[in-house]
Every structure is written in structure tokens, then in C-alpha cells.
Nanobody, 128 residues
Framework: QVQLVESGGGLVQAGGSLRLSCAWS????????LAWFRQAPGKEREFVAA????????YYADSVKGRFTISRDNAKNTVYLQMNSLKPEDTAVYYC?????????????????????WGQGTQVTVSS
């Protein structure tokens, strides 16, 4: 069993920055991949970013490349999403998720169905 708790969401103006945090507890074997997804009102859930255990393998949605950075601090059981140059279209509920080592490769890590654990979500609102 893995528990995930997101924090750091809020309201910012376009062009601003936020850093989201997701603290996890439970099996380290179930958190080989940590990822961020988001869902805006009326839209499907979409992949944002992911990082594997060592933090060197990272994946980003095209829409956030160059603006968002995912990182993880395994000693603190935490994964972060640094969001810069925020746009109104980034407005969504952001969720963190965890998957085991069998979820590997870009096609696998971007698929939400491959993640066994999800946090409660944190709201990010970007005003224009």
C-alpha cells in the first residue's frame, strides 16, 4: 500500500511559478516511477511528467517541456514539480501517481492506467 499526498497548489498569474510537492509513504518498490498528471474541467486526464527512481530518466508532455521540471528526493520520500512560465491552459487539478519498476519506457509511463496509486490532487489556477 502506498499513500500519496500533494501540496503546493494555488492561484497565480500567467507567467508566474509554483512548485508542487507529493509526499509518499509505503513500499519503495511501488514508487519506482513517480509521475504528475492533471485534469482540467471538461477534459480528460493527461500526463504531465514522470521520473524514475534515480531521477535521471525523466519524461515530459510536449505542452510543458522547457517550462516544468520534475525532480525527486528519495531521502524525503517526495517528488516535486517545478512549474514556471505558467499559462491559463495549465489550470487543472494536479495528481501525483506511483508505479513499480515494470512500468518502463515512454509509452508506459505516460499511460495513467499503469499507475497503481494516486494522490488526492491539488488545484492549480492560472489567471490571465
Amino acid at each position: 500500500q502506498v499513500q500519496l499526498v500533494e501540496s503546493g497548489g494555488g492561484l497565480v498569474q500567467a507567467g508566474g511559478s509554483l512548485r508542487l510537492s507529493c509526499a509518499w509513504s509505503g513500499s519503495t518498490f511501488a514508487t519506482y516511477v513517480l509521475a504528475w498528471f492533471r485534469q482540467a474541467p471538461g477534459k480528460e486526464r493527461e500526463f504531465v511528467a514522470a521520473a524514475t527512481w534515480g531521477g535521471r530518466n525523466t519524461y515530459y508532455a510536449d505542452s510543458v517541456k522547457g517550462r516544468f521540471t520534475i525532480s525527486r528526493d528519495n531521502a524525503k520520500n517526495t517528488v516535486y514539480l517545478q512549474m514556471n512560465s505558467l499559462k491559463p491552459e495549465d489550470t487543472a487539478v494536479y495528481y501525483c501517481a506511483a508505479a513499480n519498476i515494470n512500468v518502463r519506457g515512454e509509452s508506459a509511463v505516460v499511460a495513467g492506467a499503469n499507475y497503481g496509486y494516486w494522490g488526492q490532487g491539488t488545484q492549480v489556477t492560472v489567471s490571465s
